[in-house]
């Protein structure tokens, strides 16, 4: 009988993809998998369709809680509008009645509950509105200047929790990379279809498309995955707040060799260009990508989802100056005791090959 009954609420995005195939390896857990869409992998988890939004459907789908006593809450609705939806009023109400609609049924059902593991990131500190206070630390978030969902979320959990058994940790990872699909924040299947189309047009060097760089960080998303699991252990994370990265920091033209030649190539010069705007149009050649390499990847809407804009935004394209750091600081995570690191480089590297052996991209 598995020890443990871990919850994956937004199973298809890549924080849950990352730590349901964490916990499918993990022996003595007993992994339940929720989202709208199906995951293209589910790793041994068994998966169940879900809206968060529907709170008829989270409160039909209780029987299936219990037992649980671990959730990992990394769901998330997005705006088709990417970027201008993170201020947005319905961005805010949504995100805010989803993980509501989620926990009254699954208290409920799983008294067994132990511990609540919910996913903020950097525009805590509102990276994506001023340059951060570097390095940004988990006490100086902006929860009473900036608009966001993640503190109507952190609001609900610390005003439910007391008196409960369960505890709750929050995560604020920099730039999540990994090997999901549809995703609406991956730089991976983007910068894979870019390098796609740039083979297809004869391109023996490849460009990079953003704009200035500044010294930034990244997590691997499969080490985010492990962090959460840490963290549902435990004492120190109990009801606290962590900041969590690779451990070193990269700029995007610095670390743009190692990406052109995971895909492939050589790097080229610097030449911007929005990818929203002129490849996310392109399905038509997509399609002939696909089917010249009997890729699996599906459309540009299905594999990349909002995330050209995404990249877009990150590599800051339109950006002729380098924009101020954007460094948070992990010594509270390391303290509490867990000190995994990873090289961005071999981050990049690794990612790209996982989804070129899933035939998910062009192998180079």
């Known amino acids: 009988m598995p020890s443990k009954k871990i919850l994956i609420a937004g199973a298809t995005g890549l924080v849950g993809h990352a730590t349901m195939k964490h916990f499918a390896a993990v022996e003595g857990r007993e992994v339940l998998a929720v989202s709208r869409r199906r995951p293209e992998e589910t790793h041994g988890a068994r998966w169940l369709p879900l809206d968060l939004i529907d709170a008829a459907a989270c409160e039909a789908m209780a029987p299936e809680f219990a037992g649980v006593t671990h959730l990992v809450y990394a769901a998330l609705y997005e705006r088709p509008s990417l970027v201008a939806g993170w201020q947005e009023e319905e961005q805010i109400r949504t995100n805010d009645r989803m993980l509501r609609n989620l926990m009254a049924p699954l208290e409920r059902a799983a008294p067994e509950l132990r511990h609540v593991a919910l996913l903020q990131g950097t525009k805590a500190y509102g990276v994506h509105v001023r340059p951060l206070v570097v390095p940004a630390r988990e006490n100086r978030s902006e929860m009473h200047e900036q608009p966001n969902f993640y503190w109507n979320q952190e609001s609900f959990l610390r005003e439910r929790q007391p008196g409960r058994q369960w505890h709750w940790s929050i995560l604020r990872p920099v730039l999540i990379v990994g090997d999901s699909v549809g995703s609406a924040m991956n730089v991976i299947p983007a910068l894979g279809v870019y390098a796609a189309f740039m083979r297809r047009a004869g391109r023996k060097k490849l460009d990079y498309p953003g704009g200035a760089g500044r010294v930034a960080q990244a997590v691997d998303a499969d080490l985010l995955a492990r962090a959460i699991a840490w963290t549902g252990e435990a004492e120190a994370a109990r ?55 009997r890729l699996r990847s599906g459309t540009l809407k299905e594999f990349v989802g909002l995330s050209f804009e995404y990249a877009d935004y990150t590599m800051g394209f339109g950006r002729t100056e380098p924009g101020p750091a954007a460094i948070v600081s992990t010594i509270k995570l390391m303290q509490a005791g867990f000190t995994e690191v990873m090289d961005t480089e071999a981050m990049f590297r690794k990612c790209f090959a996982e989804m070129q052996a899933k035939r998910l991209l062009p192998r180079p």
């Open 239 to 293: 009801n606290e707040i962590f900041n969590v990265t690779n451990g070193d920091v990269f700029v995007w033209p610095n670390v743009w060799p190692a990406i052109a030649d995971a895909l492939g190539f050589e790097p080229g010069a610097h030449v911007p260009l929005a990818l929203d705007r002129e490849i996310r149009p392109r399905e038509a050649e997509w399609a002939e990508i696909r089917a010249a390499h």
